[in-house]
């Protein structure tokens, strides 16, 4: 199945072989929201993206936005248009979490 109509703006989809996994409505974390990990962020729209922390990175920051769903959306400020991660709160939590006991400390070495 190839999908050429975008229900979220008039853009049509472009041929991808990810859309026909992206659409398929019983994968983990589907809702008959329409809102897929993937999305692309500009169909989310342009408020309510929030900046939670930003740093010394040179305007390259992760942003975030609740969902009427109360998942969250996480898109690159510098790429405001690409694909969005959507996550359960639950989700971000652990992650927060796991960044904060230390767990990630590796990553940030070369």
Not at 52 to 64: H, I, L, R, Y
Not at 81 to 92: F, K, W
Request: hydrophobic share 30%; net charge negative; proline share 10%.
């Amino acid at each position: 199945m190839t999908v050429t109509d975008n229900p979220f703006t008039d853009t049509p989809f472009t041929d991808s072989p990810f859309i026909d996994r992206a659409l398929t409505d019983d994968r983990p974390g589907r809702t008959d929201t329409g809102v897929y990990n993937g999305i692309p962020a500009r169909q989310l729209g342009e408020s309510g993206w929030e900046r939670p922390w930003s740093g010394t990175s040179g305007g390259q920051c992760v942003e975030m936005k609740r969902l009427p769903d109360g998942r969250i959306a996480v898109r690159q400020s510098t790429d405001p248009a690409g694909p969005a991660l959507i996550y359960t709160p639950e989700e971000i939590g652990a992650f927060v979490t796991g960044v904060k006991n230390g767990l990630a400390d590796h990553m940030t070495t070369p």
